[in-house]
């Protein structure tokens, strides 16, 4: 079993939905990461969390500690927002990554 | 300030040649850490380096190595190229080295051996 689950795979929206992307970890952790990367590879850090709740522009992650849990949301989504999103824990001067949700906004 | 740079960007090489990717932090940043991404395993932890040391190895063989020089500039090599090791190398810097610090990634090396 991967220490960083995420759900789901694949996720299309039309554009302006709000969007709900879970990961769940199975290690103690340092911090939780979410990051975006585009077709092309290059990969851009989103948020850095090790509590509580973060607000970027349309982004917003949550981490609950006590769960193992953390969800990144995108309000009012745009076909900018296609990517994919990958999950990332600091464990043990470790960084365990999720698979990786493929997101599609239509317009 | 500029962003991470990695150079070379594409390399095609044959099994059993050896490799050489550089990586370039944003100034001030004293952490690299290098990262191995194929459509398989997905992104892999492979070192970290700060204050030329490298703190910690992920679960690669011997043939992958690294190095970071004074100015926070760092190498990874692998040797005895296989065809596995076709992938997109990563690599991100940081202020200060350990989990609780926000990584800036580089574009990559996107590395095929044939």
């Known amino acids: 079993k991967n220490e960083v689950e995420q759900s789901p795979q694949n996720l299309t929206a039309q554009e302006g939905e709000f969007i709900t992307i879970n990961c769940s970890y199975s290690?103690?952790?340092?911090?939780l990461h979410w990051l975006q990367q585009h077709p092309g590879g290059g990969i851009v850090s989103l948020f850095m969390l090790s509590s509580g709740k973060k607000k970027h522009g349309r982004l917003i992650a949550t981490i609950n500690i006590q769960e193992k849990h953390s969800s990144l949301h995108i309000t009012a989504s745009h076909p900018r927002d296609s990517a994919v999103y990958i999950c990332?824990?600091?464990?043990?001067?470790?960084?365990?990554f999720g698979a990786g949700t493929r997101l599609t906004v239509k317009p | 300030k500029a962003g991470v740079t990695q150079t070379p960007r594409y390399l095609i090489k044959t099994r059993g040649q050896q490799v050489t990717l550089s990586c370039s932090p944003i100034s001030g940043h004293r952490s690299v850490s290098w990262y191995q991404q194929t459509p398989g395993q997905g992104l892999q932890f492979l070192f970290e380096?700060?204050?030329?040391?490298?703190?910690n190895k992920g679960n690669f063989p011997g043939r992958f190595s690294g190095r970071q020089f004074s100015n926070s500039r760092s190498e990874m090599n692998v040797s005895t190229l296989e065809l596995g090791d076709s992938a997109l190398y990563l690599c991100a810097s940081s202020l200060d080295a350990g989990g609780y610090n926000e990584q800036f990634f580089g574009p990559g090396t996107r590395l095929t051996v044939l």
């Open positions: 990332a824990v600091s464990y043990n001067n470790d960084m365990r």
């Open positions: 380096y700060f204050s030329e040391t490298q703190r």
């Open positions: 290690v103690g952790i340092s911090a």
